[in-house]
């Protein structure tokens, strides 16, 4: 059964650069695209990126300058760096597994746990 | 950017009762790029959809989708306890993800 397992620092303070790592457990990396989305305390989901095994990425216009998605495929693991984070960026953030091809494509099947960043001064 | 209105925004219901969730695109969707999430406090979206009409694995029949174009349906033909909890649609075009506001289903 896969596992989506994050982690990451869960306090920062305004301007410094938010670090989550998402791994993933008993299934496969490849054929997937591996996201990231938030939801602000009390708020709605908002999606922040994507990347594949190659290292393809998409990413939210919004977010874009400021986000950096990269991946290790030999751990499995897929990482989200935000610079410059303000009191905004206080989130879940979470990873999650979507597809490439297949009737579940473009859609989110798998989600990790959630990791709570506040940021805070 | 396909903006997704959800509405009701609360939907007081008993158990037992029929829930019917509307999910409107501000541009059409395709219909296999559509999904349904539920979400309880404190847990990660669980997905319901996917296709606008397909169940995801391990979901109950009596969760059903429906729609197409810019207006979808999520419908819980008879509420159990465990159903109470916030539904979000979700759509995938021109290499963005976007999620509607959610509607919450609270014990009337």
């Known amino acids: 059964q896969v596992q989506l397992q994050q982690w990451g620092a869960g306090l920062l303070k305004p301007s410094q650069t938010l670090s989550l790592t998402c791994a993933v457990y008993g299934g496969s990396f490849r054929g997937y695209y591996w996201s990231w989305i938030r939801q602000p305390p009390g708020k709605g989901l908002g999606w922040i990126g994507e990347?594949?095994?190659?290292?393809?990425?998409n990413y939210n216009p919004s977010l874009e300058s400021r986000v950096t998605i990269s991946v290790d495929t030999s751990s499995k693991q897929v990482f989200l760096r935000m610079s410059f984070v303000t009191a905004a960026d206080t989130a879940v953030y979470y990873c999650?597994?979507?597809?490439?091809?297949?009737?579940?494509?473009?859609?989110?099947?798998?989600w990790g746990q959630g990791t709570l960043v506040t940021v805070s001064s | 950017e396909t903006v997704l209105t959800q509405s009701p925004g609360t939907l007081s219901l008993s158990p037992g009762e029929r829930a019917t969730l509307s999910c409107r695109a501000s541009?059409?969707?395709?219909?296999?790029?559509l999904a349904w999430y539920q979400q309880k406090p404190g847990q990660a979206p669980r997905l319901l959809i996917y296709?606008?009409?397909s169940r995801a694995t391990g979901i109950p029949d009596r969760f059903s989708g429906s729609g197409s174009g810019t207006d979808f349906t999520l419908t819980i033909s008879r509420l159990e306890p465990e159903d109470f909890a916030v539904y979000y649609c979700q759509q995938y075009g021109n290499s963005l993800f976007t999620f509607g506001p959610g509607t919450k289903v609270d014990i009337k």
């Open positions: 296709g606008a009409s």
């Open positions: 990347i594949n095994h190659s290292g393809t990425t």
């Open positions: 541009q059409s969707v395709r219909s296999n790029s």
């Open positions: 999650a597994r979507s597809p490439i091809t297949g009737s579940t494509m473009n859609v989110f099947d798998i």
